[in-house]
């Protein structure tokens, strides 16, 4: 007999720490592939880089901002516009952050 088995990760000690499952985590893998290269270089790796390490709100967030349009995540990420959810702006920023010292610690 099979039996799935699910791999449960603990995010952080925090407060707000809870098991992300894995498939969760992969599904939100694969919203992070836009099809779009300029979103699809900055979503991509911090998805399998920093997401786990997130807390559950931030992990959220970022789900959320997933659902969002890709003309709107590009205007947003390339600063042209800001979302008017304070979230979305905190998570923006905080993904363009990582990336910017990702790229000057290679």
């Known amino acids: 007999m099979n039996v799935?088995?699910?791999n449960y990760n603990l995010i952080s000690t925090g407060r707000n720490s809870f098991?992300?499952?894995?498939v969760d985590y992969r599904k939100i893998g694969w919203r992070a592939r836009r099809g779009m290269?300029?979103?699809?270089?900055?979503?991509?790796?911090?998805?399998?880089e920093v997401l786990?390490?997130?807390?559950?709100?931030?992990?959220?967030?970022f789900?959320?901002?997933l659902e969002?349009?890709?003309?709107d995540l590009l205007?947003?990420?390339?600063r042209e516009s800001s979302p008017d959810d304070e979230d979305f702006e905190a998570m923006i920023v905080a993904i363009l952050d990582w990336k910017r010292k990702s790229v000057h610690q290679a």
């Open 63 to 65: 789900s959320r901002l």
């Open 75 to 78: 205007s947003w990420f390339s």
């Open 37 to 48: 290269w300029e979103l699809d270089l900055l979503l991509v790796p911090y998805c399998k």
């Open 4 to 6: 799935l088995r699910i």
């Open 19 to 22: 098991p992300m499952k894995d």
């Open 68 to 71: 969002e349009e890709d003309a």
């Open 52 to 61: 786990m390490s997130l807390p559950r709100s931030a992990q959220e967030t």
